[in-house]
C-alpha cells in the first residue's frame, strides 16, 4: 500500500483498530466496523492492512549490524511458568576490547500485548548501539512463543495467567541484574503492557531497580507508591 493510500484512511478506523489490538473488541467486530470507513475505491481489506504495523519499514538497527551481538536465551522462571526465552543484545567493543567482557548496565524491555516482536527486538538492539545491555523476554514463551502475526500473539496473550506473566518479568529482571557482564544496575522500559510491567516492576523490584520508563499503561496503586525507589519518567499523550 502506497503512503498516500496510508494517509487516507479516516481518524475513526484506527480507533476501531485500538480498540482491537488492545483486546476490546473481536477481529470479526473490527472488520466489520472498518467497512464502514470503505471510501475513495479503499476497500475495507486496504484499510486493515494499512492499519498493521510493517515492522522492516520501523526497523533502525538490522538483526545483523556487526556493530551488536545478539542472542536467544532461555532462563529458569520457577515461579512464572517454569522458563521464559528472551533476546539478549550486547554491542561487539563491550566484548571486543579484552579477554574480559566489561560490565554493562542493563536494560529490561517490555513487548506490548503480543508478544516479542520485531519491533521490540529492534529497540533492544538500539540499546545496545547505546552501550547497554538489553534484554527482551517473550511472555508467549510458554504458548510457543511469539506466532510472526501480532492478531495471534494478541490471542495466545489471552490464554497466560496475568501472575505467571509477571513473574516471568521478574526473573528476566534478576538474571540480568545478577549477570557477571552486568554492572548490577538495571532499569526497564516497556511498551502498552509493557509500561504496566514496568510501573509493577518498580514496586516489586524497590531499590534493585534503578531507573523505568513506560510508555503507556496503568500506574501503580497508590499504596504501593512508597516501594518504588527507582527513578520514574512516564510517558503518556
Avoid at 475495507?44 to 538497527?61: C, E, F, R, S
Avoid at 579484552?98 to 517490555?110: A, K, Y
Avoid at 490464554?159 to 521478574?170: L, P, R, T
Wanted: aromatic share 8%.
Amino acid at each position: 500500500m502506497s503512503s498516500k493510500e496510508r494517509r487516507t484512511v479516516p481518524i475513526e478506523a484506527i480507533e476501531i483498530y485500538n480498540q482491537f489490538i488492545h483486546g476490546d473488541i473481536s477481529r470479526r467486530e473490527f472488520l466489520r466496523g472498518a467497512k464502514k470507513f470503505a471510501v475513495a475505491g479503499l476497500s475495507a481489506t486496504a484499510i486493515v492492512q494499512a492499519l498493521m504495523p510493517n515492522y522492516a519499514l520501523g526497523q533502525q538497527v538490522a538483526r545483523d549490524d556487526e556493530r551488536i551481538r545478539a542472542s536467544y536465551e532461555t532462563i529458569p522462571s520457577p515461579d512464572g511458568n517454569g522458563y521464559v526465552r528472551g533476546y539478549l543484545v550486547r554491542p561487539y567493543s563491550a566484548d571486543s576490547r579484552s579477554e574480559t567482557p566489561s560490565q554493562l548496565p542493563g536494560i529490561i524491555v517490555v513487548h506490548e500485548n503480543r508478544g516479542l516482536n520485531p519491533h521490540t527486538e529492534d529497540v533492544a538492539r538500539r540499546f545496545a548501539l547505546a552501550n547497554f545491555m538489553a534484554f527482551a523476554p517473550d511472555v508467549l514463551t510458554s504458548v510457543g512463543g511469539y506466532p510472526g502475526d501480532d492478531y495471534q500473539g494478541g490471542q495466545l496473550f489471552r490464554q497466560i495467567d496475568n501472575g505467571a506473566k509477571f513473574e516471568d518479568i521478574v526473573a528476566s529482571a534478576l538474571w540480568l541484574k545478577n549477570r557477571s557482564d552486568c554492572t548490577g544496575k538495571i532499569g526497564v522500559t516497556g511498551f502498552c503492557y509493557g509500561g504496566s510491567v514496568s510501573n509493577q516492576l518498580a514496586v516489586r523490584l524497590g531499590e534493585d531497580l534503578a531507573a523505568a520508563v513506560p510508555f503507556y499503561g496503568g500506574g501503580a496503586p497508590a499504596v504501593d507508591v512508597p516501594n518504588i525507589r527507582a527513578a520514574i519518567m512516564v510517558q503518556h499523550g
